[in-house]
């Protein structure tokens, strides 16, 4: 069984600063790793994705993979109340036209 | 300049009904899915068409139908629909060789 595990939150942190969200998942043999936004009441949004073990900076994102203990995290920095949304960590076992495998995501609450 | 559409938005109806869902994409990707999105905001697959064939179904009952005319349309068709049947319905699309998704707008389905 292919398991994506996030925590659920809500991650709550203060305008300007830096918001970390966390995920894991089961199957090594993942190759795709994608980060969605979604806003309440909207459909998920991509704003990044990663394949290699490392960093990869978008913006004010950044996504970190490590493979060998099967984590990916997404830092959001100076973070904006426009952030605050459920953020879904997705996973592709095969490379190419297969389904991601979704966590159930972590809100985030990002206070004025 | 819809990317994915989906049709109708909001989806009323009583238990037992026989409904449609229906889905178009002017992306040129060749690939598209269907999810489903639980109270619990639990998104998973439940189908995926390449180029108008099934490759994917996962273990949904076999109440839900897709149908894909061509390779830009996707449709839900769902018989003697159920209380448990109430979710938010996304399809989405992507490209052969990739694995980024795009996601439509979501069908709201609720059964009374």
């Known amino acids: 069984q292919k398991e994506v595990e996030q925590n659920s939150g809500p991650l709550s942190v203060p305008e300007g600063a830096i918001a970390s969200l966390n995920c894991t998942y089961s199957?090594?043999?993942?190759?795709?790793f994608f980060w969605y936004r979604q806003y309440s009441g909207k459909s998920p949004e991509l704003i990044m994705f990663?394949?290699?073990?490392g960093d990869k900076e978008d913006g004010r994102f950044t996504a970190q993979l490590n493979k060998a203990s099967q984590y990916v995290s997404l830092l959001i920095r100076d973070s904006q109340p426009s952030d605050s949304a459920t953020y879904l960590c997705a996973v592709n076992v095969l490379s190419g036209n297969t389904p991601l495998v979704f966590g159930k995501g972590t809100r985030l609450s990002v206070i004025a | 300049d819809t990317a994915v559409s989906q049709t109708p938005k909001y989806l009323v109806t009583q238990m037992g009904n026989d409904k449609s869902i229906k889905c178009e994409q002017n992306l040129g990707h060749d690939t598209m899915y269907w999810y489903k999105q639980d109270s619990k905001k639990f998104l998973k697959i439940m189908f995926s068409?390449?180029?108008?064939?099934?490759?994917i179904n996962e273990t949904v009952p076999n109440r839900f139908s897709p149908k894909s005319p061509d390779k830009a349309h996707l449709n839900l068709h769902i018989n003697s629909l159920e209380l448990g049947d109430s979710a938010v319905y996304f399809c989405?699309?992507?490209?052969?060789?990739?694995?980024?998704?795009?996601f439509g707008p979501g069908t709201r389905l609720t059964v009374l």
């Open positions: 068409y390449n180029n108008k064939e099934l490759i």
């Open positions: 989405a699309s992507s490209h052969q060789g990739t694995d980024t998704q795009y």
């Open positions: 199957d090594r043999g993942s190759q795709s």
């Open positions: 990663i394949y290699s073990n």
